[in-house]
T-cell receptor, first 112, second 118 residues
Framework: AQSVTQLDSQVPVFEEAPVELRCNYS??????LFWYVQYPNQGLQLLLK??????LVKGINGFEAEFNKSQTSFHLRKPSVHISDTAEYFC??????????FGKGTLLTVNP | ETGVTQTPRHLVMGMTNKKSLKCEQH?????MYWYKQSAKKPLELMFV???????ENNSVPSRFSPECPNSSHLFLHLHTLQPEDSALYLC?????????????????FGPGTRLTVL
């Protein structure tokens, strides 16, 4: 069985500040990890993914995430956020069963 | 049209109505999904179709009936819904890897249909 825990339901930050959104997972099989973003009134859009290889993954819009197998984590980071980064962010884990399991989401609010 | 499209974007229906949601993917993918997104809950996977065959029915009530006539189109037929079925319904598609890998790579989502059941 797979599960995803996003530790913060809401993260408020000021513009140009760094941000980290936390994600922990559990899985009994090889894991594939994803971060998606959902802007208001839109579907989910892929930010980045880890399938194998380098544990530091770079995605769109300046985001990156690091896969840490020993800590079963896949935290998302950005060194300097913009107002336009305000959105809900979802961490997901996939395995060898054709399904993705999503976390509950973290609402990132960037204030001026 | 590109990506994944969904119609209608908004739907209001009574509990005795019958309606259908439509999803179309223009990405040449072989798998399609229906998700339910309710406030304060994780995305709930409802159905998966892989190569037009239903491979997952995640204990969804029978008042939701999926149909996948080909690999590009997916429908969700609705009848006698309950107010608690009000939610955003998202469609997604992916290019699944066949066994033994058998995992789902990136899923591409449509904008969703906001359903309100009165």
């Amino acid at each position: 069985a797979q599960s995803v825990t996003q530790l913060d339901s809401q993260v408020p930050v000021f513009e140009e500040a760094p941000v980290e959104l936390r994600c922990n997972y559990s899985s009994s099989v090889s894991v594939y990890l994803f971060w998606y973003v959902q802007y208001p009134n839109q579907g989910l859009q892929l930010l980045l993914k880890y399938l194998s290889g380098s544990t530091l993954v770079k995605g769109i819009n300046g985001f990156e995430a690091e896969f840490n197998k020993s800590q079963t984590s896949f935290h998302l980071r950005k060194p300097s956020v913009h107002i336009s980064d305000t959105a809900e962010y979802f961490c997901a884990v996939g395995g060898s069963n054709y399904k993705l399991t999503f976390g509950k989401g973290t609402l990132l609010t960037v204030n001026p | 049209e590109t990506g994944v499209t969904q119609t209608p974007r908004h739907l209001v229906m009574g509990m005795t109505n019958k309606k259908s949601l439509k999803c179309e993917q223009h990405l040449g993918h072989n798998a399609m999904y229906w998700y339910k997104q309710s406030a304060k809950k994780p995305l709930e996977l409802m159905f998966v179709y892989n190569f037009k065959e239903q491979t997952e029915n995640n204990s969804v009530p029978s008042r939701f009936s999926p149909e996948c006539p080909n690999s590009s189109h997916l429908f969700l037929h609705l009848h006698t819904l309950q107010p608690e079925d009000s939610a955003l319904y998202l469609c997604a598609s992916s290019q699944d890897k066949p066994p033994p890998a058998g995992f789902t790579d990136t899923q591409y989502f449509g904008p969703g249909t906001r359903l309100t059941v009165l």
